[in-house]
């Protein structure tokens, strides 16, 4: 017995030898093979690989999210050259054609093509939604049933219920124009629910496609867009004479828009965004104008109108000026 344990030991102490400079991982998983240094080597190799196919399409999101189009846009090919069926290549390169270079039908394709390797990508029917509606006028019939479909696979997404809710309130906009007022209402209050998803959901979001396309926080644009769907549906009670939901509303919106206050950024970061990437963003001047607007709907507020206007004419905002003129603040 003795005789075969000197081999015994020298045999397991091999793979602790070799498995030196290897990852643990690796070697762990390669202690079963009968060609233990093979193993190793061959999955060493693939490792490799995956982490340089990985770093192209790493290389491209950053690019995104830091605004160099041109660079996402060539890493985003290379990465999908080299991976065919990547699902998350082909939505990135969806984004970049959307939110850099306004090529809509090309980022279709590319979302239908995501959607083709897995017919269960629910952020992929989200922006298939949102380019079909607002960037090249699909009906509000079919965005919905689109948007059903990403909602049903994945409702607490935080891209899904923005979407979601962004359509909401747009369709509300229209109903009410139509004279559909109750329709209105109810598309108006289907649009806070998911923008309360998104804000639940949400927090201490550091998916880079969602710092590029919500630049001052997804939590931050969720939260203004509430209290200003909110001051809408205000209006709206208070014109069918339902005082109790026009009163409720107007507290919400202003709670809201406090709220959003003390997330925003500075003005002069919102500013230098919208100029550098050509975003139409809620920015503290509009939200400091529009709190104030809500105070001048309360009674003797008007004080607090004045202050909130005062900060916002201070960051240049023309609406603000003229109410605060007109208030003789």
């Known amino acids: 017995m003795k005789r075969f344990l000197i081999p015994l030991l020298a045999a397991l102490a091999i793979p602790t030898t070799v498995n030196a400079n290897v990852d643990s991982k690796i070697a762990e998983d390669c202690m079963k093979a009968t060609d233990f240094q093979g193993c190793v080597e061959s999955m060493s190799s693939q490792k490799n690989n995956n982490l340089s196919i990985k770093a192209g399409y790493d290389e491209a999101l950053i690019a995104f999210e830091t605004g160099d189009s041109l660079k996402a846009m060539k890493s985003i090919n290379s990465y999908i050259k080299k991976n065919p069926n990547s699902k998350e290549g082909y939505l990135l ?86 004279g559909k007022v109750d329709l209105a209402i109810k598309s108006a209050e289907e649009a806070l629910i998911h923008f309360e998803k998104v804000i639940e959901n949400s927090k201490n979001n550091e998916d880079l496609i969602i710092k590029r396309i919500y630049p001052l926080g997804i939590t931050y644009t969720a939260t203004a867009l509430l209290g200003e769907a909110k001051f809408e549906l205000y209006f709206v009670y208070k014109e069918i004479k339902d005082r109790k939901n026009a009163k409720k509303y107007l507290e919400e919106a202003l709670s809201d828009y406090t709220t959003a206050i003390s997330m925003a950024p500075s003005q002069e970061k919102a500013e230098e965004i919208e100029l550098d990437r050509d975003f139409d963003l809620i920015t503290p001047a509009d939200i400091y104008t529009a709190r104030g607007n809500i105070y001048s709907w309360m009674n003797n507020k008007v004080k607090k109108a004045c202050s909130d206007w005062k900060v916002a004419k201070g960051y240049g905002d023309k609406d603000a000026q003229k109410n605060y003129r007109e208030y003789r603040c």
């Open 93 to 178: 390169r969806a984004f970049i054609n959307t939110y850099d270079l306004s090529e809509y039908d090309k980022a279709l394709e590319d979302v239908d093509k995501a959607i083709e390797i897995d017919q269960s990508y629910a952020i992929a029917y989200a922006l298939k939604a949102d380019i079909f509606y607002f960037d090249i006028g699909g009906s509000a019939s079919q965005t919905k049933k689109i948007l059903n479909k990403a909602f049903e696979l994945s409702p607490d997404n935080p891209f899904v219920n923005f979407v979601k809710g962004d359509f909401h309130y747009d369709d509300a906009f229209i109903l009410y124009d139509k």
